[in-house]
């Protein structure tokens, strides 16, 4: 190896050689560490909560645990509270389903982690966008819905494109104050 870096060394100069190899060692490190950063890092969960279980075969509606998600800017998280008007008690028969029972049990406030977290200069409200604009969760979450297990990263990559495109579509402001502080 050593030899044909010689070689090559030779031939396109010492310093090229030295600039392309941290070219080549940058797109091998960077490239997979910048895919990363714009997915946003992992998000754990308390419980491996089954939404489809939820939404699907027990029809609760987002705003059952999503409680304020028609008035307020943040949709809101289910707490133990929340969890309690059914799991006081054992539900269903899965090893999850009785781990969140003991859990809250034993005093286990059940703190859900978001997914989805806005930039700072960028002003959202789920009142607009649900109540108001009467749109779906699955045009921003995906087919969160339908999971099995909480996802580790949010199901769609919501950026100013995805946004623009959305306001677009059904001729909402593009006003760049109505958006950005």
Do not use: W
């Amino acid at each position: 190896m050593r030899h044909v870096l010689e070689r090559l060394a030779g031939r396109v100069g010492t310093r090229t050689l030295v600039v392309l190899g941290g070219v080549v060692l940058a797109a091998v490190v960077g490239v997979p560490a910048l895919a990363i950063a714009r997915r946003g890092p992992a998000v754990p969960q308390p419980v491996a909560f089954n939404h489809l279980k939820h939404t699907e075969q027990l029809e609760l509606s987002c705003e059952f645990c999503h409680q304020y998600v028609r008035t307020s800017a943040h949709s809101g998280l289910p707490d133990a509270a929340t969890c309690s008007l059914c799991h006081a008690t054992p539900q269903g028969t899965s090893d999850e389903a009785a781990r969140v029972t003991e859990l809250l049990a034993a005093g286990d406030p059940l703190r859900f982690n978001k997914l989805v977290r806005m930039p700072e200069h960028v002003f959202y409200t789920h009142r607009r966008h649900v109540a108001i604009a009467e749109l779906d969760c699955e045009i921003c979450h995906g087919a969160i819905g339908t999971t099995e297990r909480p996802p580790r990263r949010a199901l769609v990559r919501m950026d100013m494109d995805f946004c623009m495109d959305c306001h677009r579509e059904r001729d909402a402001t593009l006003d760049c104050n109505a958006c950005h502080r």
